[in-house]
């Protein structure tokens, strides 16, 4: 005997909606979710915050710090659509 979560009948509810679709409206659907997603991912890692809230930890001090401390933060190219890339 299998539980019900609370989440069951609502994935089972939007699965319904979506199987009403049609497959050009359901390819423009999950296209536009996976850009709010990819925004929001952004934004998440530009705010340098892990995906439970809680801050990235620091960069490592390493010997080349007498020439300067780096002015960057970290993972700058992760948010280039380059990767994170979506598929409909």
């Not at 989440?7 to 979506?18: K, S, T, Y």
């Not at 010997?63 to 970290?74: E, F, L, Q, T, V």
Request: no cysteine.
């Amino acid at each position: 005997m299998t539980t019900l979560t609370p989440a069951d009948p609502l994935r089972q509810a939007l699965a319904h909606l979506l199987k009403q679709l049609s497959p050009a409206r359901r390819k423009a659907f999950t296209r536009q979710i996976a850009k709010q997603l990819r925004q929001k991912q952004k934004q998440r890692i530009q705010a340098q915050q892990a995906p439970d809230g809680t801050p990235f930890a620091p960069r490592k001090q390493k010997r080349r710090d007498k020439y300067g401390r780096i002015k960057r933060k970290m993972f700058t190219q992760l948010r280039t659509a380059r990767f994170l890339k979506h598929m409909a």
